[in-house]
């Protein structure tokens, strides 16, 4: 492929265990891949921004003759590779979080405050390795079926961009979707797999409280919104967990409080934020009213005032058991009898749900974990990533179309 760098050397855990075809490509562009992985690790875009890296994808995918379309806002894009049936969806998230990479990778973020902790610069390059060899494959008359590649702006913000995906026809038609997601519990060349909830729900909950305020000498004279928060802050986890199915294991975890500046004076207003996780979607169906109900009960003796928003987001991911055993089959043609471990459900959130509620699929945990490092979780400033997971990620997801095509 011209023009692409070649130099970054990186194992393939899979190196012939075929198909030929798929052999030849990972030892001519794997090296590239690897080089566009550290591209988009040191420049990460937050969600709705990915435009550099948008244009990067793009590039790749044209220069090899895959039409592209963007997504409505300008991030993010849908490409298909293939012809006939079955219609497989493949999706990869593309934004970074903000926070500061701590990494000390020689090709770290460039961008203050901005890194991709979450592995989706590996996601992302994975996705576009699988496209690129799914092409050539189909080029060489391979019986592939057609591959819709869907990649997705906005994954770590809420609502994510799964619904502009979904609302731009990127799920239309589709039979069966899949997707990988960076796991650092999980060494390099393993793939996690569960059948069934394989991630929580995540809602975000804003509580606005309001008073006229007042000398802290004299709180009978007024609404003490101070106390107002501290009332919330430790009684709606406690009560949450006696009004929810404990099997839900409900997580509610505030992240930001706020009210007045003087140790003396009982301030007018104060704002609470955090994130309520569930295990089970039947009890995130009912969550809101269940909140919204405590809420004014723990608020009614107080006298303040409050406003409740309540940030509906996604269910679990709840991978289909024909799918996940598809990605069971392209694990082991791909990476061998020893590639697949039992993967725990995760107490995050993906709004890969999103795409699940139109089409069934599964996503699968890719091991990125390099077997010495100290394990660094998602989300964190040191995160790293063992770049073998990319030809790790790409034989299992061209496996796991082939299987899709024939049957596990």
């Known amino acids: 492929m011209p ?13 012939g265990r075929g198909p030929e075809w798929l052999d030849d490509f990972l030892i001519r562009t794997l090296p590239a891949l690897v080089a566009i992985r550290r591209d988009i690790h040191g420049h990460p875009e937050l969600a709705w921004r990915e435009h550099r890296t948008t244009d990067l994808i793009e590039a790749r995918l044209t220069a090899a003759s895959v039409p592209t379309r963007r997504l409505p806002r300008g991030t993010g894009l849908i490409a298909q590779v293939g012809t006939g049936a079955p219609v497989i969806g493949l999706r990869a998230d593309i934004d970074a979080l903000p926070l500061r990479e701590a990494s000390g990778q020689p090709f770290a973020s460039t961008v203050p405050g901005v890194a991709h902790a979450c592995g989706h610069d590996v996601h992302a390059t994975v996705l576009l390795g699988a ?9 060489l008359g391979e019986p592939v079926g057609t591959i819709r590649l869907i990649f997705q702006p906005a994954e770590e913000v809420m609502p994510g961009g799964a619904r502009e995906v979904i609302a731009a026809g990127g799920m239309a038609g589709v039979d069966r979707v899949f997707a990988v997601h960076c796991e650092p519990k999980v060494p390099a060349g393993r793939v996690g797999l569960r059948v069934g909830a394989i991630t929580s729900t995540a809602d975000q909950i804003e509580i606005s409280v309001s008073g006229p305020g007042g000398h802290t000498s004299r709180p009978h004279l ?11 802050i430790t009684g709606l986890p406690l009560l949450l967990s006696r009004r929810l199915d404990p099997r839900a294991a409900a997580v509610l975890a505030w992240g930001s409080v706020h009210a ?5 004076a009982i301030p007018q207003e104060g704002t609470l934020r955090g994130t309520l996780r569930l295990m089970r979607r039947e009890a ?4 809101e009213a269940v909140v919204a109900d405590i809420v004014a009960g723990l608020l009614a003796p107080t006298g303040v005032g409050y406003e409740l928003h309540f940030q509906r987001g996604v269910p679990p991911v709840d991978n289909d058991a024909y799918a996940t055993a598809l990605l069971r089959a392209g694990a082991l043609a791909g990476l061998g009898p020893d590639s697949v471990v039992e993967s725990e459900q995760s107490t995050g959130a993906e709004d890969f749900a999103d795409l699940l509620e139109h089409a069934p699929g599964a996503l699968a945990r890719l091991g990125v974990w390099d077997g010495v490092s100290e394990q660094c979780d998602l989300h964190s400033a040191g995160f790293t990533a063992d770049e073998r997971s990319i030809a790790s990620g790409i034989r299992l997801l061209v496996h796991t179309v082939l299987a899709a095509r024939r049957g596990p």
Do not use: I, K, M, Y
């Not at 007024?222 to 919330?232: E, R, S, Y």
């Open 131 to 139: 496209a690129l060899a799914l092409r050539h494959a189909a080029e």
């Open 222 to 232: 007024t609404a003490d919104v101070v106390n107002a928060l501290g009332l919330l």
């Open 3 to 15: 023009g692409w760098h070649t130099a970054v050397q990186v194992t393939d855990p899979g190196s």
């Open 260 to 264: 007045g500046e003087a140790p003396n």
């Open 284 to 287: 995130w169906e009912g969550a």
